[in-house]
Nanobody, 122 residues
Framework: QVQLVESGGGLVQTGGSLKLSCAASTGTLSISTLGWFRQAPGTEREFVASIGRFTNYADSVKGRFTISADNGKNSVYLQMNTLRPEDTAVYYC??????????????????WGQGTQVTVSS
């Protein structure tokens, strides 16, 4: 079992920024793919960004969000800029074994964090 602990969520005004962090209980991030999903109330969980051999972003966040990783800290981050009310959601850290894993499909996720709330107000 890989445990994922998210932090950094909060309340921010439209146009503001937040940085999410996810710490994994493993020292093997170099052979894994990690990413972020989000889920607003009444909606399905959607892909946001992932990092492994490649980086991928949802079209809705491309150019505004940046995913990065620090293998020494076993952590992945999501820098969110120019936030919009539609970005409001619970953000979940996701882990998949394999450097070439495709996390754009949530069915490929092996482990989930418990989520951190991001609220963007007008």
């Amino acid at each position: 079992q890989v445990q994922l602990v998210e932090s950094g969520g909060g309340l921010v005004q439209t146009g503001g920024s937040l940085k999410l962090s996810c710490a994994a209980s493993t020292g093997t991030l170099s052979i894994s793919t990690l990413g972020w999903f989000r889920q607003a109330p009444g909606t399905e969980r959607e892909f946001v960004a992932s990092i492994g051999r490649f980086t991928n972003y949802a079209d809705s966040v491309k150019g505004r969000f940046t995913i990065s990783a620090d293998n020494g800290k076993n952590s992945v981050y999501l820098q969110m800029n120019t936030l919009r009310p539609e970005d409001t959601a619970v953000y979940y850290c996701a882990f998949r074994w394999g450097l070439y894993s495709d996390l754009r499909n949530l069915a490929n996720v092996d482990y989930w964090g418990q989520g951190t709330q991001v609220t963007v107000s007008s």
